[in-house]
């Protein structure tokens, strides 16, 4: 599993012109012990694949003189990070520090002394109290998504015991304070470039994060970074654009984000505030695509209700209609005239919108025949939820108040009409729209709530790959 996952949650999207996000996410420390675990299990498997080299030199030892020594195929054969720690920099970054790391390695050993006396064996390794801090910036690339690298990196090894077998191995004895000091550099050497490595490989994996997640045909969302995370020592917040845009087309809608701060919750791993801006900004999208309009016909009226959309049921209010347009199906064009707004208050979502409706008479060659047009103000109450790591609801238009604007059938009591026609509508949002994510991440234990002027997830992550 690639560390790409937690270190992606700490850099969610880049750098962009400050303003009001739409978007806050909250990473807690719950998050980033999480992330740790990942991360530990990636960098130990990196770190097996050091290649100590191989060692060979002279050193004089009494009585003998002169001993030439190689050691080589020297290969790890256990390794270990039993305690690390990952620390939040206030306004700087992360911080990483390994602390008792140990390493066994295993190899060969050859001597020659007195010109034409040689010998072999083999020898083991123990590294001890081995210790590693670095620190990990994150920065936005040249595309608009995070990048994430290794600064300050430092490693020690605090002591190495190593042992001969075979062959003459008193005399490596003799000097194995130099062998046990050439070996020892050899290691500090190779552990920051890996470490540096494991950080690096995590950049491709950081690619796959929605900046710009397409909705649908009509719409995309972006979750770019408005300003700079602001890190503390229990969190890392980020303030997301959160806006959406018709597919191709950026427009700004006439209204701007508010201000609004999440609340201090720590229990789950990551928290994803949602303002009223990032759906109103849905709302206006969608009305400036034409998407928000929708045919009504008959069939899709409960068959229970007594209401039916034909020109019998509306002729007995309107009996103009039964006349010119006896036994003739109906359909009802419902579309709004300006974006819906859309209002969080505790516990309640609501939905303002205005529209039209217009009814048409469906002549039998298919043809429609217009009947009257009305204005409506609708009410609508909505129940969100998360399904996968999307944003999805149930909206019920619950309430209508219509005025006649035009009629081909002659005037009527709209009120008393709409009344009797008791049309409970209910559109479900079964798609949802995306939210922040990157690569497999799964959102478990989730919850939302709904609070003054925006929305609360709370959520643990778990990563499948």
Known sequence: MSPCCWLALLALVPFAL???????????????????????????????????PDLSGTERVAPIGKVKYSLTGITIVNLGLPYSALALVPDTGISLSITNAFISLHGNWKIRYLSFIKDSGSFDLEVNGLTVTDSITIKSDETGRPTVSSVNCVANVGSASIKFHGGASWLYNLFSAYIDKALRSALQKQICPLVADTITDMNPHLKTLNVLAKVDKYAEVEYSMVTSPTISNASIDFSLKGEFYNIGKHQEPPFSPTPFSLPPQVNNMLYIGMSAFTTNSAGFVYNNAGALSLYITDDMIPPSSPIRL????????????????????????????KEPTIFFEPNNVTVQASGSVTAYAIQPNTTLSPLFVLNMEGSVSARLYVTGVKLAGAVTLNKIEMTLETSYVGQFQVRMTFRACNLNITSRLEKGFPLPSIGKMNLVNTQLQVLKDYMLIGTDVQFTG
Do not use: C, H
């Not at 807690?28 to 050091?50: N, R």
């Open 18 to 52: 400050a303003t009001n996000p739409g978007v806050k996410v909250k990473l807690t420390e719950k998050g980033i012990e999480y992330g740790k675990q990942i991360g530990m299990a990636s960098l130990q498997q990196k770190l097996k694949t050091m290649k100590v």
């Open 310 to 337: 034909n020109t019998r049921t509306f002729g007995a209010f309107i009996p103009e209609i039964a006349k010119r347009f006896p036994s003739m199906m109906m359909k009802l064009l419902v579309k709004t005239v």
